[in-house]
């Protein structure tokens, strides 16, 4: 099914984007059960995540538009893209504190869509393609990362502005971006193979490059624990990173090469959707 996304939901169920099969996914990890759901002719959904509505929310490239998922009845809501923004592959989405969806797209965009009104506002990303991941902090702020700009930026939520902050490492392909609880974001710099934290009240940057040799940082979430966690390509491998001191460490208990496009979860564990097994993986307290 080509799993993509994943997005562990409060009642214990794990959702993903079935990417390669046009479908949205249903894991239910105490009996093992899968249910898959067709999005329609033509989708390839790439990202998930659960809204403050307790729904899965979909962002389908090859749909070109956000979908909500009614987990109950099944029934899809389209917030398809204004016409002149067609073919913008959609890639993540995130929510602010005022319930609206904010968006990337890898052609050069990201957007807004209201869910009560049912608008959908885009804007043009600077330096054109490249939006890929988004996060929102707990203070409310929302950045995403231009894996093709080389820059992480802040969105206005109230005028939807786009600031660019700069890394240090020129070129670094800023492909995912995750807050940790103190508002700290840990981005994975894909072509520069590290993960790079920045911290907005001081305006300073830190990087840390990980082991081996042609490391490429994909994945990056960081949990309650304050434990940041990235799927590195090169290696074919997830690691687990501390902060305090620097070190990296494989999570262990993997078959194989994992190639895991996107990190999220919940108190206690970590999923990770690996598109070279076709599996879910998921990390628990104290592996």
């Known amino acids: 099914s080509g799993p993509h996304d994943v997005a562990p939901a409060a009642d214990g169920t794990v959702w993903f984007t079935a990417q390669a099969a046009g479908k949205l996914g ?48 099944h029934a899809i809501r389209r917030f398809p893209l204004p016409a002149n923004r067609a073919n913008a592959n959609l890639n993540t989405a995130t929510f602010d504190r005022a319930g609206r969806l904010w968006f990337t797209g890898q052609n050069g965009v990201y957007g807004q869509v209201d869910p009560q009104s049912g608008a959908v506002r885009v804007w043009d990303a600077p330096r054109g393609p490249g939006p890929y991941g988004i996060a929102t ?34 070129r670094q392909g800023a492909r995912r971006v995750w807050p940790d609880a103190r508002g700290t974001l840990w981005v994975s710099e894909f072509h520069a193979g590290q993960i790079a934290r920045f911290e907005p ?42 902060p305090a001191s620097g070190r990296f460490d494989r999570v262990a208990g993997q078959a194989g090469e994992t190639w895991i496009r996107q990190l999220l979860g919940r108190p206690g564990e970590v999923w990770g959707a690996d598109s070279a097994h076709d599996r879910l993986i998921r990390v628990s307290e104290g592996e």
Do not use: K, M
């Open 26 to 73: 249903r894991l239910d990890p105490g009996t093992g059960r899968v249910d898959e759901f067709s999005l329609g002719l033509g989708s390839a959904p790439h990202g998930v995540i659960v809204g403050p509505d307790g729904a899965p929310w979909v962002t389908d490239g090859g749909l070109n538009a956000v979908l909500r998922f009614d987990p109950g009845t």
């Open 137 to 170: 902090t707990r203070s409310g702020a929302v950045y995403f990362a231009s894996l093709a700009g080389g820059y992480i930026a802040r969105i206005d939520t109230g005028s939807g502005a786009a600031r660019v902050i700069e890394p240090p490492t020129p």
């Open 201 to 242: 009240e001081e305006n300073a940057w830190r990087a840390w490059r990980l082991p081996g040799t042609d490391p490429q940082p994909y994945a990056i979430y960081v949990d309650e624990r304050g434990t940041v966690w990235v799927s590195d390509f090169g290696a074919g491998a997830l690691l687990r990173f501390d």
